[in-house]
Each structure stands twice: as structure tokens, then as C-alpha cells.
């Protein structure tokens, strides 16, 4: 068997260069001695991200609705946010909550959160009843998962409490000096927070649209106002939401919808399962169209949670047998084996244990 030579591979010289650098590089960042001072570990935080407020000022801004105005302790400022951002405010009484911050984002130093005291709102009510100026919170964010994007024109609808996250868009949108209108829906003005403020942006791009002087509102009209291509911005009660979600491609379709919930979205192709809980050793049915979270607070009212649709995690759990329905985006896949968050998560089969 007869074979042939092969040269010796020579690498060119700028291939040597780039070589004889990357090892100096290692040498010197990974292996030498001064590596741990030069390369410092920068592991991802997953906690820590805590901070303090004080609350500066609280005003009453419309029926059952409370302003807070927070500030850093010591005078400094506070993380910066864009509109449509949210914070976790965690409350003295342990409970925690997201709001929207519906302040100026150009202020560095001052927060602005709006909370509406709900019938059976444990958090709310202990907002409104119990917090003065002066005491202290602590907030973890902000974060924001109703991003404000750039846009040829905006159409804004803002039901009720809904108008929070949108009050900061429509500002920017009026410094920016695009072209913008607002809808801003609600039972009565009464009950609307922040009319005043508004209509001062542009008392011809507001639009003040009360269910007791104009009757319930028709989404689908309300949305055909948007100019082609525009970014249509929705947040406010359910229905208000599912209509829009129904009729904003039929009336703009070059454009773009954008919406929030600050309740939980209703269950879709849920069935019943029972949930026992460990630590009590009680079993409870989930009806078809209740989230797990609503039937677990029947025997906890304390149960912690906050946003109700599945991407902060706040309402995350272990699951000791069973297998679960995933619907929310906050869980790693590393744990979706052991954990579900009960606002939106749901049992696969007949049945769930939970370390609760």
C-alpha cells in the first residue's frame, strides 16, 4: 500500500499574530494571577433588586383613587423608566402589588403610582386606610412589558384606572410632537383620575368619554378614528381589551395594537381539576373558568401574587405530584418540572399537590 506526504501545515502570519494575542490575553485574564482582579464574576441576579421609597404625598385625584408621589430616602435618584413601566410596590403588611407609573419620566427623583381601592382589595384598602406621608416602601423594578414604541401617529384608549400606564405615553407623545389622540373612557368623570391633566397636553387631541353621558362605549367605532399605520394603544377593563383585540386589525390593519390588563385574562379551555394543598392537607376544586390563584385564596387570602398574568412570578409554587398546564413566560424551562404559578397555570390532568 502505497500512501502520500503531507506538508506541514503553516498558518499565514496574521493568523500567528491573532494566535500569540489570544494567548497573552488567557495568560493574563484567566489564568494568571491577577485574573480574579482583572475578570471579576458578574453572575446574573435574580434577587437584590429591592430598594427603598418614602411616600412624599398622597392625594385623593378622583373617587376611591389615591396619588402617590415616592422619593428616594436620601434624596437621590431613583431608577430611570420609560412609559408603560410598572414597579412592585411591597406593602407594610407583606402583601405586594404592581402599579404603573403614571409620573413624568423625565423626573429622576419622584415616582407617581395610582391605586383605585377595590371592593375586597386587601392592598388597596390598606393603601387607602393605612399609609400617610412619610412612611416608607419598598419597590423592585421597574419593569415594563408595555413598551412605547416610535410610531407615525397614536390613538390612545384608556378606561378607567387603564389611563395610568397611558398617561406617560401621551406625554411623550405630545414632546415628541407626533401626532396623537386620546379616549379616555370611565363610569363618570367623577371616577376618572388625571382629566385635568390631560386635557391640558391638548384639549383637541383629549377626548373625555364618561358611560354616564355617552353610554357604553363602541370599541370598533372608537378604533376607526386611528390614522393608517398608527400604534393604538388600549388599557382598561376586560371587555374593553377583547373588543379591541377583536376589531383592531379590521380597522387598521398597516398599524399596530398594543394593549395591557390589569386584571386576570379569563380562562380559556380550562376544565376542572382539584388542588390539595400540603401543608393543611385540604382539597379544593378549580372550576373550568377559574384560575388556580382564585381558588387557593378561598383557603388563603394571604397567597402572594401580583401581576395575575403569568410573567412576573410572583405567585410561583412547587409542585409536589402532578402535572401541570403551563400558560404563563416568567418560568425557566430548569422549573417547569417542579414549580407553576397559580395565576395562570393550570393542572394537565385531574389533579395537583402544591407546598402550600
Known amino acids: 500500500m502505497t500512501g502520500t506526504a503531507t506538508a506541514e501545515y503553516t498558518p499565514p502570519k496574521a493568523l500567528r499574530l491573532v494566535g500569540s494575542a489570544m ?4 495568560s493574563i485574564f484567566v489564568s494568571g494571577r491577577s485574573a480574579p482582579l482583572l475578570s471579576k464574576s458578574k453572575p446574573v441576579r435574580r434577587s437584590g433588586f429591592d430598594f427603598p421609597v418614602v411616600i412624599d404625598r398622597i392625594e385623593r385625584v378622583a373617587e376611591d383613587v389615591a396619588a402617590l408621589t415616592l422619593s428616594s430616602p436620601s434624596g437621590g435618584q431613583l431608577p430611570r423608566w420609560r412609559p408603560g413601566s410598572h414597579v412592585d410596590v411591597l406593602l407594610p403588611s407583606g402583601a405586594q ?3 404603573s407609573l403614571c409620573g413624568n419620566p423625565g423626573d429622576p427623583f419622584r415616582y407617581r403610582i395610582a391605586v383605585r381601592r377595590l371592593p375586597g382589595g386587601i392592598a388597596s384598602a390598606e393603601i387607602h386606610r393605612d399609609l400617610e406621608p412619610g412612611d416608607r416602601l419598598s419597590l423592585r423594578g421597574p419593569r415594563n412589558a408595555f413598551e412605547y414604541v416610535a410610531a407615525p401617529s397614536y390613538l390612545f384608549i384608556g378606561g378607567g384606572i387603564g389611563i395610568t400606564p397611558i398617561l406617560p405615553m401621551v406625554r411623550a407623545a405630545a414632546l415628541s410632537g407626533a401626532r ?3 379616549i379616555y373612557l370611565g363610569r363618570s368623570r367623577a371616577s376618572m383620575p388625571f382629566i385635568d391633566e390631560l386635557v391640558a397636553m391638548n384639549p383637541d387631541a383629549v377626548a373625555v368619554r364618561p358611560d354616564d353621558e355617552y353610554g357604553t362605549p363602541d370599541i370598533a367605532q372608537l378604533l376607526d378614528s386611528a390614522e393608517p399605520g398608527a400604534a393604538v394603544y388600549v388599557c382598561g377593563p376586560t371587555p374593553v381589551l377583547d373588543a379591541a383585540n377583536r376589531h383592531a386589525f379590521a380597522a387598521n390593519p398597516t398599524g399596530s395594537l398594543h ?5 386576570a385574562a379569563p380562562v380559556l379551555d380550562g376544565r376542572e381539576f382539584d388542588l390539595t394543598l400540603a401543608r393543611s392537607g385540604r382539597t379544593i376544586r378549580v372550576a373550568a ?16 401574587y401580583s401581576c395575575q398574568q403569568g410573567f412576573c412570578g410572583t ?4 409542585v409536589l405530584s402532578g402535572e401541570v398546564d403551563h400558560r404563563g413566560r416568567a418560568l425557566p424551562d430548569a422549573e417547569r418540572a417542579t414549580h407553576m404559578l397559580t395565576c395562570v397555570s393550570r393542572a394537565a390532568g385531574d389533579s395537583l399537590t402544591l407546598d402550600l
Open 23 to 26: 494567548d497573552a490575553y488567557l
Open 97 to 99: 402589588r404592581q402599579y
Open 180 to 182: 396623537w389622540r386620546l
Open 259 to 263: 394593549s395591557e390588563r390589569f386584571s
Open 289 to 304: 373558568d377559574e384560575p388556580a390563584l382564585a381558588a387557593i385564596r378561598r383557603e388563603v387570602p394571604a397567597a402572594v
Open 315 to 318: 405567585c410561583k409554587i412547587a
